[in-house]
C-alpha cells in the first residue's frame, strides 16, 4: 500500500514538473519581453504580443483605451510614423516611428538592468493619473524603474516602463508597454 502511494505522489509530481515546465510561466515570459524590447527583436516580441488584443501603448501613466495605439503581432513591422498621443505639458502631438518611439517611450533606459524591479505594485508615481489597475484589472504587470539619474535633479528625471501580462490559451501574453516618467 505505501509503496503504491509513493509511486502515485512521484507520478504526480513528475507529471505537475512536466506540465508547468511545457507552459510558460509570468517571470519567464517578462524577461523575455524585456530582452525583446532591450535589443529591439520585434520577431521574439510579436510571439509575446496577445494575438487577439495586441499591446498597447501608453507614453505616460494615464492608459488612454480610446487613443493610445494598439498594435497587433503582425504590425509591429510597420515603421512609418504614427499618431502616440500628446507630449505632457505642451500637448503637442508625439507623431514617431516605432524606433523613435521605442527611444523616446519604451526603452528609454536600460530597464532591463533597472535599480528596482517589482510585480503586480507600483514603484514610481508622479502627477500623472495611473489607471493601470483599473483598465488592467485582471491582469498582472511589472514594473522596471530608476529613481533618477542627475542627482542634481533631486529625481525629477525618474523613469518607469511597465510591462501588462494577460493569460491567453495557458500563455502568458502581452497586453500593456507603459512608459512613466517625472511630468510637468
Not at 36 to 59: M, N, W, Y
Not at 113 to 130: D, V
Amino acid at each position: 500500500m505505501k509503496k503504491s502511494m509513493l509511486i502515485a505522489t512521484i507520478f504526480v509530481l513528475l507529471l505537475s514538473a512536466c506540465t508547468s515546465a511545457s507552459t510558460p510561466n509570468f517571470d519567464e515570459t517578462a524577461n523575455q519581453t524585456i530582452a525583446a524590447l532591450k535589443t529591439r527583436d520585434f520577431d521574439t516580441l510579436q510571439t509575446l504580443i496577445h494575438p487577439e488584443k495586441g499591446v498597447r501603448f501608453s507614453p505616460y501613466a494615464t492608459v488612454d483605451t480610446k487613443n493610445d495605439v494598439v498594435l497587433m503581432p503582425f504590425e509591429l513591422d510597420n515603421f512609418e510614423s504614427k499618431l502616440w498621443g500628446n507630449y505632457d505639458g505642451i500637448g503637442t502631438p508625439i507623431i514617431l516611428t516605432l524606433n523613435e518611439y521605442f527611444d523616446k517611450f519604451v526603452y528609454s533606459a536600460d530597464f532591463m538592468n533597472a535599480s528596482e524591479i517589482k510585480k503586480n505594485e507600483i514603484i514610481g508615481s508622479g502627477n500623472s493619473l495611473n489607471n493601470l489597475q483599473t483598465v488592467y484589472e485582471n491582469a498582472n504587470f511589472i514594473e522596471y524603474h530608476f529613481s533618477g539619474f542627475d542627482p542634481e535633479v533631486f529625481g525629477m528625471d525618474w523613469q518607469s516602463l511597465r510591462l501588462v501580462f494577460e493569460e491567453y490559451e495557458g500563455k502568458v501574453k502581452l497586453i500593456g508597454i507603459i512608459h512613466d516618467q517625472w511630468t510637468i
